[in-house]
């Protein structure tokens, strides 16, 4: 009997035993290492044709962290890679033969990893990532964010700005290949800089540089900060090469406003998705002491005071570029969704048309954003 399964179903075995095997039989490319560094975390990234089996271990003396690959059939030739960031010197990636590959990560003292695969999403191919965390540091940024909540001088408003994206999300990318993750970082940072100048304001940013902080981790940074308001910032994209324009949104908790809204909010949404978000679950920690009718209440208030602020900033947005909706909209954006900090998002203009992108490279342009968002922070604290 076996043997006529052998003789008449020579495709069956082979699937059979394709399924039997962990890994294609073919194995995996590792076709590129790349790496981003943030103020308390270095994350290592592998890019790879298929999936991949690994084990780690860690070293005190020297510091390091040795991943063990196994089905791999190449890798890229590119010797040791220089980090040189506050907690890498220098990643080195070796062939041992037989399948098998040592990623050497060289450490400037011990970290905590934190290591996961991603499998292909959204355009991107399976991904080994290595987040190297500095728990220290960690803690410490929380607790200045605490700080600076305890010590405003009253009457003070603190805002943050959230630039959307970074790292591995790069968010929209225009004509040019100019990517949302690095305007709406620079239009952030000049929003900062303009506020500040306003002795009873605060300004913060809840990412300094090009690094992923999932989302729910950018409401937990607000919410430390203690903030009164808090703006994300973003650039649109659409398949449209003519749409363009300035819009605004507000989050719903019943639906979205309209299709439009609900699309860009599923967009927005899949940057965990993209960025490789690892949720430890500290980033996912609610407040005990709130009871559900408290946030209710706290919900209600701060969404109708975000409609307001969201009004402000369209009147003072039309003033430097059309508009591509008249009135807010309103969506189940992650990132507005701190019960007790009126949020906005806001996108600046779309980095898909040609004239748009044009402009959201323009410096000046980039301060008239800023500006009109910080005219429209002012009007709403009157
Ligand atoms: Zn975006």
């Not at 993750?181 to 940072?189: E, F, G, P, S, T």
């Not at 940074?221 to 003519?242: C, K, M």
């Not at 009147?315 to 591509?324: C, D, Y």
């Amino acid at each position: 009997m076996g043997s006529s399964i052998l003789k008449t179903r020579p495709l069956l075995i082979l699937v059979l035993l394709v399924l039997c095997f962990p890994f294609p039989l073919s194995g995996a490319t590792i076709t590129d290492i790349r790496f981003w560094s943030a103020p308390d975390h270095t994350r290592v990234v592998l890019d790879l044709s298929g999936p991949i089996q690994y084990e780690s271990t860690s070293r005190e003396n020297p510091p390091e962290t040795r991943i063990e690959l196994t089905g791999i059939t190449s890798l890229p030739k590119k010797g040791d890679i220089e980090v040189k960031d506050n907690y890498l010197l220098k990643i080195n990636l070796i062939d041992l033969g037989k399948g098998k590959a040592r990623l050497t990560l060289h450490q400037k003292t011990p970290l905590q990893s934190n290591i996961f695969t991603l499998k292909p999403d959204l355009g991107k191919t399976h991904r080994l990532v290595i987040d190297l965390i500095d728990v220290g540091q960690e803690k410490k940024d929380q607790e200045e964010r605490e700080r600076q909540r305890e010590v405003r001088p009253k009457g003070t408003k603190i805002v943050v700005i959230d630039p959307g994206h970074g790292g591995e999300d790069p968010g929209a990318v225009g004509p040019r290949k100019t990517m949302e993750k690095d305007i709406v970082l620079k239009i952030a940072q000049k929003t900062v800089h303009l506020l500040n100048r306003h002795k009873e304001m605060k300004a913060f940013l809840t990412r300094k540089g090009d690094y992923f902080i999932p989302l729910e981790g950018r409401v937990r940074i607000a919410r430390e900060y203690g903030a009164d308001l808090f703006v994300s910032l973003h650039a649109d994209g659409s398949f449209n090469p003519q749409a363009r324009g300035s819009s605004v949104y507000c989050l719903s908790l019943s639906g979205a406003s309209d299709q439009a809204a609900k699309l860009l909010a599923d967009k927005e949404n899949m940057s965990n998705i993209l960025g490789g978000a690892f949720l430890r679950p500290a980033s996912l920690s609610k407040d005990p002491q709130l009871n559900q009718i408290l946030l209710d209440l706290m919900q209600n208030n701060s969404m109708k005071e975000s409609f307001r602020f969201a009004e402000s900033i369209l009147e003072e947005i039309k003033e430097v570029h059309p508009l591509k909706f008249q009135t807010y909209r309103q969506a189940n954006f992650i990132v507005l969704r701190a019960p007790d900090i009126p949020s906005v998002l806001v996108e600046a203009a779309f980095l898909t048309n040609k004239e748009d992108e044009r402009l959201l490279n323009q410096s000046g342009f980039q301060d008239k954003i800023a500006l009109s968002i910080v005219n429209a922070v002012l009007k709403f604290f009157k």
